[in-house]
């Protein structure tokens, strides 16, 4: 069992940052991805970042280039750096673990491939 709990949300307005924050326990994995995710009022939960043991990143296209997924593995805590925030960033986040060796490349942002998942910490961007 994996306990995921998410930090930094908050209100900004468009064009601010914020850096969300994930701290899963206990670690006892060697070979996993995790990921941010995302769900808007009324809209599918979709994926918006992914990393993998292998500390490869992976981005949704709507957020490449403003926001950067990072894992400090001396806090063992995962991070979302979203920068040059938009109306449309607006949703809560979740950060998702799944203990694996491999997900397929172009499967790495789907809901599916995780099996563990955070209670959400709300983003909302003003105009």
């Known amino acids: 069992q994996v306990e995921l709990v998410e930090s930094g949300g908050g209100s900004v307005q468009a064009g601010g940052s914020l850096r969300l924050s994930c701290a899963p326990s206990?670690?006892?994995?060697?070979?996993?991805?995790m990921a941010w995710f995302r769900q808007a009022p009324g809209k599918e939960r979709e994926g918006v970042a992914a990393l993998g043991y292998q500390g490869s990143p992976a981005y949704a296209g709507s957020v490449k280039g403003r926001f950067t997924i990072s894992k400090d593995n001396a806090k063992n805590t995962l991070y979302l750096q979203m920068n040059n925030l938009k109306p449309e960033d607006t949703a809560m986040y979740y950060c998702a673990h799944v203990a694996t060796g491999w997900i397929p490349p172009e499967r790495i942002l789907a809901t599916s491939q995780y099996n563990y998942w955070g209670q959400g910490t709300q983003v909302t961007v003003s105009s």
């Open positions: 206990p670690i006892t994995y060697r070979t996993y991805y």
